[in-house]
């Protein structure tokens, strides 16, 4: 569940389908406190996070740097922004950082289509 309203979800859920389709991207998530009921505050952002394998981070840490990688996101986070006129605030994280460092619930997004959409969730 989230803070999203139908039509938001099924907009940013779309937006996030293409960033799934290289290699080595493990999964696009929805995360933060707009997983979290917050009575009638909308959050202030809507954190999403593309989690990818090791070896992709870190063959895109060589070839970008730290400061290539942080312009990725911003450049994603202004695509989804673009397209779904949510605040968005998107990283791109490794893996293994990815899992141990961050225990929160995670929606993953990209998966829906309009036959299989149902609010929140496919």
């Not at 996030?16 to 389709?21: G, H, R």
């Not at 968005?88 to 998966?111: C, K």
Request: hydrophobic share 40%.
């Amino acid at each position: 569940m989230s803070t999203l309203n139908p039509r938001q979800m099924f907009l940013l859920d779309n937006a996030c389908a293409p960033m799934l389709e290289p290699d080595g991207v493990m999964g696009v998530y929805l995360v933060g406190t707009a997983m979290e009921p917050r009575g009638d505050r909308a959050p202030r952002d809507i954190d999403v996070r593309m989690i990818l394998t090791d070896k992709m981070y870190d063959r895109l840490l060589k070839a970008l740097g730290s400061e290539g990688i942080a312009f990725m996101g911003l450049a994603y986070g202004q695509y989804l922004a673009s397209l779904t006129q949510l605040p968005i605030d998107f990283q791109v994280q490794r893996m293994t950082e990815a899992n141990n460092l961050h225990s929160g619930p995670r929606n993953p997004l990209g998966h829906c289509n309009m036959l299989s959409y149902r609010g929140d969730t496919c």
